[in-house]
């Protein structure tokens, strides 16, 4: 069992997978990326702390979180509580919502300095990487997954998740791909067309039919046609709202600064 304490100026790579950390100071780390499954922690303090990420099953002095933070965040964004119709009608109403979502916020980031859309805040990905990221979803979870296409299927310049960056020239996935942010545009608009075609024209029958996960999932996890533009429409919410926590740091670094 490996024991940290004192103090530890990086770890990269590391598999900690039991370690005890004891009488350590961990103010100001940064845990990017980072499986914490089953991390057991007492006596601590956590104060001003930021976390993004799927979290469940976390009890804090004996309370569980998540129930608590799904409410809080669909009293905030009553869009987000759409995507608990998984129906045909549910996603349809769930993509017409995220769609005037996210033209609204294009049409923030139009009236911007130039050069917004390559910004990288705290080594996020930038609004234009973040778009490139639901292009690859796109095309791994409705073109794969619910259509069951096999032949052309992801964008060169689709951004795969981190996880997934070192197999994705497998699929076609151009590493080096800096396409312009209005060809980025233009395929994504293409693609959330191909979404609407799609429930437009999708049965509730087809939409139960088994589909196969894209290729970074675990193949022997069950889906259906309809889980899988979950999925994306999941992936629409989850990163709108940390692109528009960038903009915003954008916008109040700008502000401050004049």
């Known amino acids: 069992m490996n024991q940290i304490t004192g103090r530890v100026d990086g770890i990269e790579g590391a598999d900690l997978r039991g370690a005890v950390v004891r009488d350590a100071d961990l103010s100001g780390a ?17 104060a001003g702390a930021d976390i993004d990420g799927y979290i469940y099953g976390l009890r804090v002095n004996g309370v569980e979180v998540q129930p608590l933070v ?37 049409e923030r980031v139009a009236s911007m300095p130039p050069g ?16 490139r ?30 996880g997934f ?6 699929l076609g996935i151009d590493p080096d791909a800096a396409p312009s942010y209005d060809e980025v545009l233009e395929v994504r608009r293409g693609r959330l067309r191909e979404m609407r075609e799609y429930l437009a024209t999708v049965s509730p029958e087809q939409a139960g ?18 889980q899988c533009v979950w999925v994306v429409l999941s992936e629409e919410w989850n990163h709108h709202q940390f692109a528009t926590r960038d903009l915003d740091l954008i916008d109040a670094d700008a502000a401050a600064s004049t």
Do not use: K
């Open 70 to 106: 799904e409410a809080e965040l669909n009293r905030r964004h009553p869009e987000r509580a759409l995507l608990q119709d998984r129906s045909v009608a549910g996603l349809r109403a769930a993509l017409d919502a995220y769609e005037r979502m996210w033209e609204a916020t294009i």
């Open 116 to 131: 917004t859309v390559d910004v990288s805040v705290d080594d996020e990905w930038s609004f234009a990487q973040t778009l």
């Open 133 to 162: 990221h639901l292009v690859f979803c796109t095309d791994g979870w409705l073109r794969w997954g619910a259509q069951g296409r096999r032949d052309d299927v992801f964008w060169p310049a689709g951004m795969p998740h981190s």
């Open 209 to 226: 039919s088994p589909a196969a996960p894209p290729p970074w999932m675990d193949q022997s996890e069950a889906f259906v046609a309809a």
């Open 30 to 46: 940064t845990f990017r990326e980072v499986v914490l499954n089953g991390v057991r922690m007492r006596g601590v303090e956590l």
């Open 165 to 170: 960056a070192a197999d994705s020239p497998g």
